[in-house]
């Protein structure tokens, strides 16, 4: 079986549907509420065991009830939970996650005890699993100290090593320019290059500069539009799957979980990406955020029914 080791964030989620985004002094009534795990990190490592790999996953959570609400979360999805720490003295994160009538989510992270995880930490942690794990998968939602420990380790061990450049941090590009994949959105793209991403042009342009960073490929996620698959052979537009969007929120968590997931199954980049849309797709479909991660048997039935349209 394919193993991954994810490097990122633990996080207990407080969802709400809301008709609006609220404003300053409102008491707005939410529609519905639900209480989950998630975290990029927790939501890519289920989303990998559910689409048939296996993951261990490196964070921290606090010594409370939420942690273990979320540890207890994580090791029914089958997910290895032996590298993460509850740290004492700490609080688990949390985010409150407010979801409008068309799916777009405004999210506010307490990230708590995910900054106590160490680049030393790290480190340890996958000490006993080199020799069994395919690739390494990190995310922004970490201490830029771990994020780099989870790169320059990953690439000294000979495995690919996918970066999901979210959320925004101003980390270093020496942070993330060893990465195989390097994958932001477009807000995180603007980010890294330093000026505004709106359309298709500097899209590219973006993409292109990344990429001469150093990475070996750049895959920018677009939702509805696309993603755009840059290395120094080719650029592909990668097209999205039409779906009824219900809820943003892990989208992108489940795309680079099954970009890597593919990767490291020695899949061709253009089709790992493919695979990671469709992944990335169904997850907009059900309210929630690891609970909505896909199995692989939804992202082989979306995939097969797309076959005939590329035709």
Not at 223 to 242: C, H, K, M, W, Y
Request: glycine fraction near 10%.
């Amino acid at each position: 079986m394919t193993k991954i080791a994810v490097i990122g964030s633990l996080v207990v989620d407080m969802a709400m549907r809301t008709p609006r985004v609220p404003r300053r002094g409102d008491n707005l009534h939410a529609h519905s509420f639900k209480m989950g795990a998630g975290g990029k990190g927790a939501n890519a490592a289920a989303a990998i065991v559910r689409m048939d790999g296996a993951a261990l996953l490196v964070g921290c959570v606090g010594d409370d009830d939420l942690g273990r609400f979320e540890l207890a979360a994580l090791q029914r999805e089958g997910v290895d939970t032996a590298g993460v720490s509850a740290v004492q003295g700490a609080q688990t994160a949390v985010a409150f996650v407010m979801v409008d009538p068309g799916g777009e989510n405004t999210i506010l992270v307490a990230n708590e005890a995910n900054e106590w995880l160490t680049g030393a930490a790290v480190e340890s942690a996958l000490v006993p699993h080199w020799e069994t794990l395919d690739a390494v998968l990190v995310n922004f939602e970490a201490s830029e100290g771990a994020v780099a420990a989870a790169v320059r380790s990953g690439r000294a061990h000979g495995l690919p090593v996918v970066v999901d450049a979210g959320p925004i941090r101003q980390y270093s590009r020496d942070t993330w320019c060893q990465a195989t994949v390097l994958s932001p959105n477009l807000p995180e793209a603007a980010a890294l290059v330093g000026y505004p991403v709106q359309d298709d042009d500097s899209a590219w342009r973006a993409a292109r500069e990344l990429l001469a960073a150093g990475p070996e490929a750049v895959v920018v996620k677009r939702g509805a539009q696309g993603a755009l698959l840059v290395t120094r052979e080719e650029e592909l537009v990668i097209p999205s799957f039409p779906v009824e969007v219900v809820d943003t929120t892990g989208a992108g968590d489940a795309f680079t979980a099954g970009l890597t997931l593919a990767i490291a199954e020695g899949r061709p980049l253009q089709e790992a990406a493919r695979f990671a849309s469709a992944a990335g797709a169904l997850a907009v479909t059900r309210f929630g955020t690891l609970e909505a991660m896909p199995d692989r048997g939804q992202v082989d039935s979306m995939l097969a029914r797309d076959e005939p349209s590329r035709q």
